[in-house]
């Protein structure tokens, strides 16, 4: 039997959604996956810039507006606990179901479905970790830190570029511009886990360095983003730094290394007036 999705299936499934139902479904879209906690940050905002007055409230209340979605098929959970603070409701962790993702695909006039295979431990914490500093982000913007003018996630993020050896592409895990009343900064991000061997890193770090000299991207901007690595820890960072210190043919001023708890000071630093991409 052919599973046929009728405009008038369609136009079903849509009145069952809010606005703000729509825009959780594209965020798991775009993020791929999201705690309970994160998708609280991005649509139940707390504390004196949000909507609400505390994070316990906004997220009891964003748990009822995930469950429905999941009562309707439009969201599921992924059975697979990732290590870290959160526990209970909060730290569950939510895909696109099939519904959500074929609804999501018929508004933009697309067939055929995407199938979902269960991440490994491994994946899920890195995607987990990129939508965190992502949120992280919005969340400075809603307290008026900076200005969010860009923030792009795999693949959009992605930069194919012609070498010696063929097409290339650059998959870095964000691409964002920031901007406060006096600059605007390009920033590309890698989330590091720690689990790549620092070897593979320096090979990304040259694939930033091959991308950066064909002047695609300062063509197309004016200007070639910084590279933000974001660490696990300071032993980490201090362990890519020197490793791209020892490499000659490595550009030291295109990367800036920094462990997670200094991630958000590290891009604001961008938008000094001293600083330049």
């Not at 309707?72 to 959500?100: C, E, K, M, N």
């Not at 994946?123 to 900076?146: P, Q, R, S």
């Not at 620092?198 to 694939?207: D, E, S, Y």
Request: aromatic content about 6%; overall charge positive; glycine content about 6%.
């Amino acid at each position: 039997m052919t599973d046929t999705w009728t405009p008038t299936k369609v136009r079903y499934l849509e009145s069952l959604l809010t606005e703000r139902d729509s825009q959780i479904l594209a965020d798991l879209e775009r993020y791929r996956a999201l705690s309970t906690r994160l998708v609280q940050r991005l649509h139940f905002p707390a504390g004196p810039h949000g909507l609400h007055a505390t994070a316990p409230t906004a997220t009891r209340l964003a748990n009822r507006v995930l469950l429905r979605l999941e009562a309707q098929g439009f969201i599921a959970r992924i059975d697979r606990r990732v290590g870290g603070p959160l526990r209970g409701s909060a730290a569950t962790v939510w895909h696109l179901a099939a519904t959500g993702e074929r609804l999501l695909r018929a508004r933009r006039g697309e067939a055929g479905r995407r199938r979902f295979v269960t991440p490994s431990r491994e994946f899920l914490a890195h995607t987990l970790a990129v939508a965190e500093f992502a949120v992280t982000v919005k969340d400075a913007e809603l307290g008026n830190a900076l200005d969010v003018l860009e923030l792009d996630t795999e693949p959009s993020c992605w930069r194919p570029f012609q070498s010696a050896l063929g097409v290339v592409t650059l998959k870095p895990d964000l691409f964002l511009v920031v901007a406060n009343s006096d600059v605007e900064a390009h920033v590309f991000v890698e989330i590091d886990r720690g689990t790549v061997h620092l070897p593979a890193v320096i090979k990304k770090c040259r694939t930033y360095q091959q991308y950066r000299q064909t002047g695609v991207e300062q063509a197309r901007s004016g200007v070639f983003p910084a590279v933000l690595w974001i660490t696990r820890d300071a032993e980490r960072a201090r362990k890519l730094r020197t490793a791209i210190r020892k490499e000659p043919d490595l550009p030291v001023d295109l990367f800036t290394i920094c462990a997670e708890a200094d991630a958000l000071p590290a891009l604001q630093s961008f938008l000094s007036p001293s600083t330049t991409n």
